[in-house]
Antibody, heavy 112, light 109 residues
């Protein structure tokens, strides 16, 4: 059964770069779309973007100028970079496979 | 960008039936929006229930069903259980992007 394990820095200052990685265990990396989704505290879900195993990425238009999603097929991992961050980027960030399997979530707090 | 709208809250009695809906600001929701539905309980990651309008994941209880209803995507819970109390989110594919609805808080009492 596929599992997603994610990690990255949990506390950032404004203007810094958010960097998260999601590793895929127990399943194929090809043939799926790999997404990043976030959820501000007490609020709803927001799709950030996705990428396929070939490296073709799609982004939320509202975040596109600040986001990069990349894939490392040799390690079965994909990553998210968001820069520069502000307090509005404080959220739990999730990685997901085709929206059917989700990582455990990482709380990222942006504070000076 | 497209706005996806859900009922903010609904209440249902145990054993009852409830339908949650998901509307698009651009018009009627069709199968081409590939509606997805998720359940989220406090402190947990969302759990996928329905994809592509009406398809269930292997773990989705039989009492959950998805459909298109009156120009909206719909999630119907039949024979509601206390453990179904949760936040429910829909997700639509709109103009090359995925857009979540604001969520429906379902209370069972």
């Amino acid at each position: 059964q596929v599992q997603l394990q994610q990690w990255g820095a949990g506390l950032l200052k404004p203007s810094e770069t958010l960097s998260l990685t999601c590793a895929v265990y127990g399943g194929s990396f090809s043939g799926y779309y790999w997404s990043w989704i976030r959820q501000p505290p007490g609020k709803g879900l927001e799709w950030i973007g996705d990428i396929n195993h070939g490296g073709s990425a799609n982004y939320n238009p509202s975040l596109k100028s600040r986001v990069t999603i990349s894939v490392d097929t040799s390690r079965n991992q994909f990553s998210l970079k968001l820069t520069p961050v502000t307090a509005a980027d404080t959220a739990v960030y999730y990685c997901a496979r085709n929206f059917d399997t989700w990582g455990q979530g990482t709380l990222v707090t942006v504070s000076s | 960008q497209t706005v996806v709208t859900q009922e903010p809250s609904l209440t249902v009695s145990p054993g009852g039936t409830v339908t949650l809906t998901c509307a698009s600001s651009t018009g009627a929701v069709t199968s081409g929006y590939y509606p997805n539905w998720f359940q989220q309980k406090p402190g947990q990651a969302p759990r996928a229930l329905i994809y592509s309008t009406s398809n269930k994941n292997s773990w989705t209880p039989a009492r959950f069903s998805g459909s298109l209803l009156g120009g909206k995507a719909a999630l119907t819970l039949s024979g509601v259980q206390p453990e179904d109390e949760a936040e429910y989110y829909c997700l639509l594919y709109c103009d090359g992007s995925w857009v979540f609805g604001g969520g429906t808080k379902l209370t069972v009492l």
